[in-house]
C-alpha cells in the first residue's frame, strides 16, 4: 500500500525550518530554540493542505561547517532524506541576508532530481519585507516570502508545493502500535531502536542528550505498523535550569503520553539510580504499558546463573511499583535478545486492550469473595455488589460496594491480583475505582 508523498525542510542551521515545520502541522512536536543546531535528527508527521496529505520531515542543520563526527553524521543523515523526498523546501533567513552558505545548499539542492521551493523567512519585520528580492540571485524561478512565526506568505508556499506532489494512498494505521523509548541518558535508547529497525534508524553518539527531540521511526513488523518513538533522555531538575534542557524533559514525558507501550531502558552496567524510578514513575501513572529493557549485557562480565536473578531482584526492589512490568535483558550492539522486545511489547498493548464481559467478572468475583471476603475494617465490613469493566488501556474496573472506607489498601491489591491471575493483563496497570452504591438501589 503506497503511502503519503514525502516533502521535505532543508536549510542551513537556524534559519527557521523547526518553526515552519510546527507551523504546517498544527503541533508544536519539534523543538524551536534560539541556539543553532537544536534539531539533532529527523523529525515527521503528517500534514494536510487543501485536501492533500503529505509527510512532512524537518531535517537536522545542513552545512554547518562544523567539524565534528556528530554534526557530520546529521548532516548525512538530513541529505539522505531530501534524496528520498517527493519535493522540497529550501528556507532561508530573509533577516540575515543572503550568506555564502545558502548558496552552497543552492547549488547542492540543484543536484537533486527533487522539485525545491525557496522559501524566505523572518518577513515578519520591517527591514525584511521586501528581502526575498536579493535570493533571486540563487537562480530559483521564484521566491516564496513567509513568516513562519506568524503563517503570513505559508499558504502560497504550500499551495505551490502541493501543486506538485503525487497523491498518495494513506496507510491504514488502524493495526499500529505507538513504542516509547524512555530512559536516562546515555543508557543506549538509539542504539535499541537501530537494532529494533535493522538499520541506522536513528544518529547514536556515546555523549549524553544527542537526542535533543522525540524522534518517531516507524516499522512493519510481521504485518503490523510499529512506530517507534524515541526520547530525549529525562535530566534531573538540577540539570534543567536551561531553558533547552527543560524543553527537552517535557518533550520526552509528552512522548509518554503518546505511546501505548514504553520500553524502559536501563543500564546493566549502572545500578537503577532514583531518576530511573523518576522517569518510570511518568509512564505508571500515564497507565501505559511497560516493559523494562536492561541493556548492555554483554558489558557484565563474569556471569553466573544468579546473576539475572540478583539483578532483576534488585531491580524490582527499586521499582516496586511496577512489579506487572516483564524484564528483558539485551544488548543492543550485540542484537542479544533483542528479537524478544516486539512481540513481547504487542503482548502488552493486546492486553491493555482486553475487555471482560460483565457477567464473567461478576461470576468469577462471586466466587473470590466467597473463598476470601473483606475483612472487617473500622466499624464495618464491605460488601462488593457489582463488578463491571469501565475502560481499557489501561483496563479499568468499577466495584459497586456498601462504603468505600471498608476496604483497605491491602484488600484492593488483593482484588487487583486476582484480576491478573485471571485474566493476565501482562505489563499493564490495572485501576480500580469504588463506587458506594446502596444495595437496595443496585436491586432496582
Not at 116 to 138: Q, S, W
Not at 267 to 293: E, L, N, P
Not at 432 to 441: M, N, P, Q, Y
Amino acid at each position: 500500500m503506497k503511502g503519503n508523498p514525502r516533502v521535505t525542510i532543508v536549510g542551513r542551521p537556524n534559519v527557521g525550518k523547526s518553526t515552519l515545520f510546527n507551523r504546517i502541522t498544527k503541533r508544536r512536536k519539534a523543538i524551536v530554540h534560539s541556539d543553532p543546531g537544536v534539531t539533532r535528527d529527523v523529525q515527521r508527521l503528517d500534514a494536510e493542505w487543501s485536501g492533500v496529505s503529505f509527510d512532512l520531515i524537518d531535517t537536522g542543520g545542513l552545512f554547518s561547517g562544523i567539524k565534528d563526527e556528530l554534526i557530520e553524521a546529521i548532516e548525512e543523515r538530513a541529505l539522505s532524506e531530501a534524496l528520498q523526498a517527493d519535493a522540497m523546501i529550501f528556507v532561508t533567513d530573509g533577516l540575515a541576508g543572503l550568506t555564502p552558505t545558502d548558496i552552497d545548499v543552492a547549488n547542492q539542492i540543484r543536484q537533486y532530481d527533487v522539485p525545491a521551493f525557496l522559501a524566505v523567512n523572518k518577513i515578519e519585520k520591517r527591514e525584511t519585507m521586501h528581502a526575498d528580492a536579493e535570493f533571486y540571485k540563487l537562480g530559483f524561478d521564484r521566491a516564496y516570502p513567509i513568516s513562519a512565526l506568524n503563517g503570513q506568505g505559508v499558504g502560497d508556499l504550500l499551495d505551490a508545493v502541493t501543486g506538485v506532489l503525487p497523491r498518495g494512498t494513506a496507510v491504514d494505521h488502524g493495526d499500529e502500535m505507538r513504542l516509547a523509548v524512555i530512559g536516562r541518558p546515555n543508557v543506549g535508547k538509539s542504539s535499541l531502536i537501530n537494532a529494533l529497525f535493522g538499520g541506522d534508524a536513528n544518529i547514536v553518539d556515546e555523549r549524553p542528550g544527542t537526542t535533543r527531540d522525540s524522534f518517531d521511526v516507524t516499522i512493519r513488523w510481521h504485518g503490523r505498523t510499529i512506530v517507534l518513538i524515541d526520547t530525549a533522555g529525562i535530566r534531573k531538575k538540577s540539570k534543567t535550569k536551561d531553558g533547552l534542557e527543560a524543553i527537552t524533559a517535557l518533550k520526552s514525558i509528552e512522548a509518554i503520553n503518546r505511546a501505548d507501550v514504553v520500553l524502559l531502558v536501563l543500564d546493566a552496567d549502572r545500578k537503577t539510580s532514583r531518576q530511573d524510578v523518576k522517569v518510570t514513575s511518568y509512564a505508571h501513572k500515564a497507565g501505559k504499558g511497560i516493559v523494562i529493557v536492561v541493556n548492555k549485557w554483554d558489558l557484565i562480565a563474569d556471569k553466573s546463573n544468579a546473576t539475572v536473578p540478583e539483578f532483576e531482584e534488585q531491580v524490582r526492589r527499586e521499582l516496586s511499583f511496577v512489579k506487572y512490568a516483564p524484564i528483558l535483558f539485551v544488548s543492543a550492539k550485540t542484537h542479544q535478545r533483542v528479537s524478544k522486545v516486539a512481540p513481547l511489547a504487542w503482548r502488552i498493548r493486546e492486553a491493555r486492550e482486553k475487555r471482560v464481559p460483565t457477567s464473567e467478572v461478576n461470576k468469577f468475583f462471586e466466587g473470590v469473595v466467597a473463598r476470601q471476603p473483606p475483612p472487617v475494617y473500622g466499624s464495618g465490613n464491605g460488601k462488593i455488589y457489582y463488578v463491571t469493566q469501565v475502560d481499557t488501556a489501561p483496563p479499568t474496573f468499577a466495584f459497586f460496594v456498601n462504603k468505600r472506607a471498608f476496604f483497605s489498601r491491602s484488600y484492593l491489591r488483593f482484588l487487583n491480583n486476582r484480576l491478573r491471575d485471571q485474566y493476565g493483563y501482562e505489563g499493564t496497570v490495572i485501576r480500580i475505582k469504588l463506587v458506594e452504591k446502596e444495595h437496595k438501589d443496585m436491586d432496582q
